[in-house]
């Protein structure tokens, strides 16, 4: 049975720096990216985004 967002578990700042500071503690490197700079590698192709539903009446 899958799990509700509400069950997921919640990550705050602490966790989030526990979890960054073993990354680097355990030989881990951390990048900063620019700004402005983006992830997306590909500008043409189809698209997968679906703006709305249209439903028939």
Do not use: E, N, W, Y
Request: proline residues 5%; contains cysteine.
């Amino acid at each position: 049975m899958s799990k509700s967002k509400k069950d997921l578990p919640v990550c705050d700042r602490d966790d989030l720096a526990r979890q960054m500071a073993a990354f680097v503690k355990s030989g881990g490197k951390v990048q900063q990216i620019p700004t402005g700079t983006s992830g997306q590698t590909h500008t043409r192709g189809p698209r997968q985004i679906i703006l709305s539903h249209k439903t028939a009446s």
